[in-house]
């Protein structure tokens, strides 16, 4: 079985030379890094510290092209060498020295599969296990919520394991998110293609969650909205079906923007509400 991982910078080398530095034990015939931060001193940084590692290869984006495009530039790189499994890998992720092994073993009858992920540092506190999406209102979930349909069971693309088939099968990741609900979409459009979609509950890994949320930053809450818009359009193949879950996440994701400018008393979730449908009505 020949597999490669594929890991995104972006300004964050401290955290992605210790993920690759984990991962380098590990069966895993390639690690990709993209350097998404689009200047030289990353790129120094990181270059200098796997310079003796032929199996590590970087390569630089010259630009911020979000989690999707950069994880599609390292793609389109890997997947004519013949791998026939890709793991994709957030760099402030922790992967414990057994992560690539249990993987394998447990994603024999998985052409998607994500270990379960923890929090870190605090290592006992679940993250994900596999969520549920719903296409409808936009609210996530550990489970399906009873009496609302539309549900989608998603992995995050925070750990992901994916067959190259899929890939040939459906295309890659959709490059119009720039960041956040890619995962979903793909998710969504693997198990429309008939593609196993599951969790590998004895493989696990640690997260450095969610620095851009907890801090309420202008860049999160624009691409948050941007993402549950775009999301709205893509998981409905029908005109009505997409104006119609609009109708209803416009009002949600503006009730979610006020809790949050209560909730951190500034106007960036507002802010970030509205750039986000000014940006999603002119395309």
């Given at each position: 079985m020949k597999l490669c991982s594929i890991i995104l910078n972006y300004f964050g080398s401290a955290?992605?030379?210790?993920?690759?530095?984990?991962?380098?034990?590990?069966?895993?015939?390639?690690?990709?890094?993209?350097?998404?931060?689009?200047?030289?001193?990353?790129l120094d940084i990181l270059s200098a510290a796997f310079s003796g590692f032929p199996q590590v290869e970087i390569i630089s984006s010259g630009q911020n092209l979000g989690f999707a495009g950069g994880v599609n530039l390292g793609l389109k790189r890997m997947l004519p060498l013949g791998?026939?499994?890709?793991?994709?890998?957030?760099?402030?992720?922790?992967?414990?020295?057994?992560?690539?092994?249990?993987?394998?073993?447990?994603?024999?009858d998985l052409d998607l599969a994500s270990p379960v992920i923890y929090r870190y540092?605090?290592?006992?506190?679940?993250?994900?296990?596999?969520?549920?999406?719903?296409?409808?209102?936009?609210?996530?979930?550990?489970?399906?919520?009873?009496?609302?349909?539309?549900?989608?069971?998603?992995?995050?693309?925070?750990?992901?394991?994916?067959?190259?088939?899929?890939?040939?099968?459906?295309?890659?990741?959709?490059?119009s998110f720039f960041m956040y609900g890619e995962d979903v979409e793909f998710c969504h459009r693997s198990a429309q293609a008939g593609f196993c979609i599951g969790i590998v509950p004895d493989a696990l890994i640690y997260h450095k969650t969610g620095a851009a949320s907890v801090q309420n930053s202008?860049?999160?809450?624009?691409?948050?909205?941007?993402?549950?818009?775009?999301?709205a359009q893509k998981l409905f193949r029908t005109q009505p079906a997409q104006l119609f879950?609009?109708?209803?996440?416009?009002?949600?994701?503006?009730?979610?923007?006020?809790?949050?400018?209560?909730?951190?008393?500034?106007?960036?979730?507002?802010?970030?509400?509205?750039?986000?449908i000014a940006d999603f009505f002119k395309t």
């Amino acid at each position: 079985m020949k597999l490669c991982s594929i890991i995104l910078n972006y300004f964050g080398s401290a955290d992605t030379i210790a993920c690759v530095r984990a991962l380098l034990g590990q069966p895993l015939d390639k690690i990709c890094i993209i350097e998404n931060s689009g200047g030289h001193k990353e790129l120094d940084i990181l270059s200098a510290a796997f310079s003796g590692f032929p199996q590590v290869e970087i390569i630089s984006s010259g630009q911020n092209l979000g989690f999707a495009g950069g994880v599609n530039l390292g793609l389109k790189r890997m997947l004519p060498l013949g791998f026939e499994m890709v793991v994709i890998l957030n760099n402030d992720t922790v992967p414990p020295p057994d992560l690539i092994e249990k993987l394998l073993k447990g994603a024999d009858d998985l052409d998607l599969a994500s270990p379960v992920i923890y929090r870190y540092p605090d290592q006992n506190v679940l993250w994900s296990r596999g969520n549920y999406y719903n296409a409808w209102t936009g609210t996530l979930s550990t489970g399906k919520i009873s009496g609302i349909p539309g549900s989608i069971f998603y992995l995050p693309g925070c750990c992901l394991l994916v067959r190259s088939k899929v890939f040939e099968a459906i295309g890659l990741f959709d490059d119009s998110f720039f960041m956040y609900g890619e995962d979903v979409e793909f998710c969504h459009r693997s198990a429309q293609a008939g593609f196993c979609i599951g969790i590998v509950p004895d493989a696990l890994i640690y997260h450095k969650t969610g620095a851009a949320s907890v801090q309420n930053s202008p860049f999160y809450e624009l691409n948050i909205n941007r993402g549950h818009l775009l999301l709205a359009q893509k998981l409905f193949r029908t005109q009505p079906a997409q104006l119609f879950a609009l109708c209803i996440k416009l009002p949600m994701l503006f009730l979610r923007a006020c809790l949050r400018t209560l909730r951190f008393q500034n106007w960036n979730a507002l802010r970030g509400y509205a750039l986000a449908i000014a940006d999603f009505f002119k395309t």
